[in-house]
């Protein structure tokens, strides 16, 4: 877990000092520990990763609907 991101996302009413072990835990174990709301976790992961998805399935769709041909011009990188 050394330099990974660990979200932490304590619910309202939640015991501060339960919430402080589980920061202190993963940062022991080398994860940057960032603190958000259940909701704003979703609309943060939403913008990283669903909407990626979103695009690249929608553009492997479009690539359906273009001629075989332009395959021969793909490149590598």
Do not use: N
Not at 25 to 52: C, M, Q
């Amino acid at each position: 877990f050394e330099g990974a991101t660990c979200v932490v996302t304590p619910r309202a009413g939640q015991d501060e000092a339960a919430v402080a072990a589980i920061e202190a835990f993963w940062r022991a174990l080398g994860a940057r520990v960032v603190r958000r709301t259940p909701v704003a976790h979703d609309a943060d992961v939403a913008w990283v990763s669903h909407l990626p998805h979103l695009v690249a399935f929608a553009f492997a769709d479009a690539l359906r609907q273009a001629p075989s041909e332009v395959g021969e011009l793909a490149g590598g990188g």
